[in-house]
């Protein structure tokens, strides 16, 4: 099996295959490394696609910590934000030991739903792994019901992702 190598052209990001498109607030993406530790992978030693999505929380709640979200004070305040859906689109694997850099940003927020962008790629940006959209919602954690609009101090907070 020959290898062709793989770009975002040949293998389009799962933005393009949506039914709607997300366009990103701001330019400025959040990173956050990581390595593939063993536990990360599967039997053949390539990243196990659960590890991507925990990756890409992880990146999420570190961006939001950056200005000044932290999700233990959500969880204070009686809100959530779940994930409501989520679309991936694998490019190449991850292999254990190798290291990449998770990239975020808050491509959107409509009201309660906010849409985040990802990119895991390579530490030089040369090789694209994963992209991938992401939709929270926020809930009341009380009631289990959907907040009919967001904290404001969580949305002023969100406010400054998107300058």
């Known amino acids: 099996m020959s290898e062709e190598p793989q770009t975002s052209a ?3 990001p799962s933005s393009e295959i949506q039914s709607y498109s997300l366009t990103a607030t701001t330019e ?10 063993p536990n990360h992978t599967d039997y053949s030693g390539v990243v196990w ?4 999505l925990a990756w890409m929380e992880e990146a999420r709640v570190e ?11 959500l969880v204070a305040l009686g809100c959530d934000l779940p994930v409501v859906e989520l679309s991936l689109r694998y490019h190449r694997p991850i292999r254990m030991g190798m290291s990449a850099i998770v990239k975020t ?3 959107e927020m409509e009201g309660v739903r906010i849409n985040w962008d990802y990119r895991i790629q390579s530490l030089d940006g040369e090789e694209l792994y994963l992209t991938g959209l ?4 926020a809930v009341d954690r009380e009631k289990g019901k959907i907040l009919r609009q967001l904290p404001s101090t969580v949305k002023d907070a969100l406010v400054k992702l998107s300058t």
């Open 10 to 12: 040949q293998l389009p």
């Open 28 to 37: 400025n993406w959040f990173t956050y490394p990581v390595r593939a530790h």
């Open 105 to 107: 940003r808050m491509a």
């Open 49 to 52: 696609h659960g590890t991507y």
């Open 63 to 73: 961006c939001l910590r950056s200005i000044g979200i932290d999700f233990a004070d």
């Open 134 to 137: 992401v939709t929270l919602v």
